[in-house]
């Protein structure tokens, strides 16, 4: 899709429809013949001014563009670059039709400009994506979206170009993120998730390694290979490394960790069928770890960032693991594997004190980790845990300005006691009780003491439902918050607050 700035005055744009945000505090002012049209609608009631509703004037008087639509946006109080991108991503995704193929938006003044900018840019591409890939059907071809602008008469310059460019590069990873995790287990094996990483790698020239069973029995990485044991499909641990140009890097260096499971059957203890082909999007924070990388290769920020994803298929063949079974990890504490269905802290475990050994001096995983965080927060929030308050702290800050909603959970030493077991260091579960909570503080054991922030998106990587800026599917969360983290520059002062 062609993405730009769009300078001429707003009578002569030219695009299929011409998008104006309009509040619910009353009709925009347009100052142009189609302004009778916009005070007629407010005034019948027709259009509020509603969040996500639409209001449309075909051939509309003195303008240029084909369609003037107003685009609901709420309260003006408040409106956001956050508000922004979802009314840009639902405007698009309401409009891309056979008849609509290049769309306008119309910066509201009253907001940072640069930020609008990239908020705008986000939500168009992102509304843009349909996780159809598999459809053969030719007409679905009829309903892409050609061409996005921002119009803003009169004033371009490099901050507003410079934030274009962050988003269009933001977004499309972020829907190559979804791209990935909308594949299905029989396509997408932890030997395909390698392959796409180094192609990645190599078209951004980024470092990529990949490490093979093999490698892992030498370098002790049982609890990684327990959960891969059970499948035909061999595990790999992926490794990519953005490094800035010029001196070499010093503190920070973060480590990005991603939960690879490409697909999830619970293993022996296997999963009930209902529902069970959403576990092909147990890979999700491996693909939003991946998806970050190449943004962070395009976008060249000063920290070293090394991503990891440890790619496995959680099955319960006849090699499987069982449970009871007591593994030995890389970091040399032994884990009894009381339920085969918790694979995912096993397999971040031994990822995360690889990331330790690789140098990395500040952690965030990214899994999808457990259902209990989604009777907690629902499909909404992003739940976040930490082991250093100030780490916690910069990535919600980073959260925060991308957009992405995290919410802070609690991390007390008291959950680590239901971990307790007598035959080995630690058990992979305990009782149902705060589920989300034991299994963050069972991460904790392998990040520590590096300051590290666990990002647990079970609830909120995969829409159940249809939403007015996204359609069902893979939603690509994390990505934003991961590439804005390593942007912001008090990262690069991370080293000195530990
Ligand atoms: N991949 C699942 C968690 C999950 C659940 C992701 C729902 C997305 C939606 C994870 O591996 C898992 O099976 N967790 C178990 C842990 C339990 C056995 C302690 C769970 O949450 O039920
Ligand atoms: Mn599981
Ligand atoms: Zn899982």
Known sequence: MQIGLNLRPTAEVKADALVIPAFEDGPPRLELPPQTWIDEVYSTGEFTGERFALARLPQPEG??????VLAGCGKRVDFDAAQLRLVSAAAVRALKSKAIKRVALVLEPFMDAAAAVKAAVEGALLGAYEPDRYKTDPKKEDSRLEGFAVVIPGGANHELEEALRRGRVVAEAQNWARELAAEPGNRLTPMALAEAARAMAEAQGLAC???????????GMGALLGVAQGSAEPPALIIVRYRPEGAPAPAPHLGFVGKGVTFDTGGISIKPSEKMEQMRYDMSGGAAVLAAMRAIAELKPPVAVTGLIPAVENMPGPRAQRPGDIVTTLSGKTVEVLNTDAEGRLILADAMAYARRLGCTHLVDL?????????????????AFGNNSAWLDRVLAAARAAGERLWPMPLDEDY??????????????????????????????????????????????????NKPYMPKGPTGVGVRTLVELALAPETASAGETG
């Not at 303008?63 to 003037?68: E, I």
């Not at 390694?209 to 370098?219: N, S, Y």
């Not at 705060?434 to 909120?460: N, Q, S």
Request: net charge neutral; proline share 6%.
């Open 209 to 219: 390694e990949i490490l093979d069973q093999g490698r892992m029995r030498q370098l």
């Open 367 to 383: 899994a999808t980790l457990t259902g209990a965080i989604v009777v907690a927060l629902g499909h909404v929030y992003v739940g």
């Open 63 to 68: 303008l240029r563009a084909r369609r003037l």
């Open 416 to 465: 680590l006691e239901p971990l307790k077991t007598p035959f080995a260091d630690i058990a992979n579960v305990g009782p149902r009780a705060a589920g989300a909570i034991t299994a963050a503080r069972f991460l904790k054991e392998f990040a520590d003491p590096a300051p590290w922030v666990h990002l647990d998106i079970a609830g909120t990587a995969w829409l159940e439902e």
